[in-house]
């Protein structure tokens, strides 16, 4: 390592599931027009965890769960009550044993409770024992407390959850699908609904903190839990230790949510070459996924293939849902965010080149998503900030970004339900700036397709000198113990372990 100058699907759950998982005798819709301005953390004592063993296959064998009661509105702290599910993995060598560290999972609508299964046993080898490991389902995900929009199953599919445009670049549909999608969400969703916002999540990590008796976190925040791991360093900066944010977004309150996603297009642009070269290596005719002999190639090569597949959608393995041109552009997004995800991505490109064969559909678009997920995806970000914009003004983007950025053929500027969202936010967008304790580290790749390495630049930039950046030269979303390299998992494990950071702004070569 040497030094240098310088987030999804969506979801939605029935209102009567909601109401039965509330703590009290209270529906959703009875504390519809409770204030949402920025609050303090409840002055309750905070609540006793009783934990117990859930261990799951693949995961430690010591993890264990409880149920964590947060308010649905912190400004009446004793009112209605929520319940999230956490998680912990604790310190098997409590001699060596320095505090807390919380997983921050992104999304929005990710599992910490599952990415502790997933990452506890290799976090805990890497910090040596010297944090508890924990971290929670937000409001809306896994075992916390739903809500839900009740979206017809047509609305629920990934394809028409991200606002791909028509095959010639027109918004009409979308507009449709989002005013529709928004209008179900008003009238299905309650006060759970509007309960999932950011700075919920932040109350409700802090929460969590009080519960767990410690006066300071350690976290590691990924893809959308680097925004909720910087807004709770804003908002706690007492109450933190070592900070690790891996792959940032642009915190910019004019950006938030309607920017990450428009952000895509670049990071889109920025890995496929990427891929461009594995498909078109020699390496790949004795696996049968050469796609070109050259990797200028591939892209015109998988342009066209979702060109005639917009024509003419082909019968896939799965009965009734066939592969279409705006499924074969999901798939290709879902691919770039991880190297492992190339071969599937090339098998499925050449299966559609036959159109005598039936592609095998990726995971995720072969059937409608799960309910609850689409609701809490949608009421984040649409909770979070107003969506600006006229029809017009987004058929514009559309055109604009289609030229610039085939790839993602103006899908990432498109409109939203946010657009046509009933409530407006009841908070303004925390602005991350530089005052605080110095003890944030940031990692990034270079080439991310989700969240682009200039979007991380602004991160960076808003906390000044209370950050280090450690620019991991490497393709995919999520680089510490995922994508990145030795080098970066070094300088991450390095700060876990000691608080040592790097003294100036780091680069890691692939």
Known sequence: MRTYGRSAAFVALSVTAVATVLTGAVTPQAHADAPTATVAS???????????????????????????PVPLDYHDPDGPQLSLAVTRVRSDRPAARRGT???????????????????????????????????????????????GCGLAPEDRELVHLRSWPGADGSITENVTRSRRVAEACARNGGAVLRSLTTANEVRDIDRLRQALGEEKLSAWGSSYGTYVGAVYAQKYPQHTDRWVLDSSGDP?????????????????????????????????????????????????????????????PQESTTPGVP??????????????YND???????????AARDTSSKPVLPDGLSGPVPDAEA????????????????VSSYARAVAADRVKHPLTA???????????????????????????????????????????????????AAFGDRARLVAVDHGGHGMYLGNGNACGNRAVTTFLNTGTRPERDAYCAD
Do not use: H
């Open 252 to 312: 910019d309150p004019s950006r938030v949510a309607k920017g990450w996603l428009a952000n895509m297009s670049a990071g889109a642009a920025d890995r496929f070459p990427d891929f461009a070269r594995w498909a078109s290596d020699p390496a790949r005719d004795a696996e049968g996924l050469r796609l070109a002999q050259r990797a200028e190639d591939v892209q015109p090569l998988v342009l066209d293939l979702a060109a005639r597949l917009d024509r003419e």
């Open 323 to 336: 592969l279409t041109g705006d499924g074969l552009r999901m798939a290709l997004q879902m691919a770039l």
């Open 375 to 390: 609701a809490v995806t949608i009421a984040v970000v649409c909770n979070d900030v107003r969506w600006r914009g006229t």
């Open 340 to 350: 492992e995800a190339f071969a599937r991505l090339a098998g499925l490109v050449r």
């Open 42 to 68: 409840a002055t309750t004592t905070a609540p006793k965890l009783s934990w117990r063993p859930c261990a799951r296959e693949g995961g430690p064998a010591a993890q264990e769960c409880a149920d964590l």
């Open 101 to 147: 560290l919380i997983v921050i999972p992104g999304g929005p609508g990710s599992s910490g409770v599952q990415r502790v299964t997933q990452k506890g046993e290799r976090l805990q080898r890497e910090t040596e024992g010297r944090y508890d490991i924990v971290s929670l389902d937000p409001r809306g995900v896994g075992g916390s407390t739903k809500a």
């Open 410 to 460: 103006g899908m990432p500027v498109n409109i939203t339900p946010c657009t046509f969202w009933k409530d407006a936010p009841g908070e303004q967008p925390t602005r991350i700036t530089d005052q605080g304790p110095s003890n944030v580290l940031m990692i990034q790749g270079l080439r991310d397709p989700s969240t682009p390495y200039s979007g991380a630049l602004k991160m960076r």
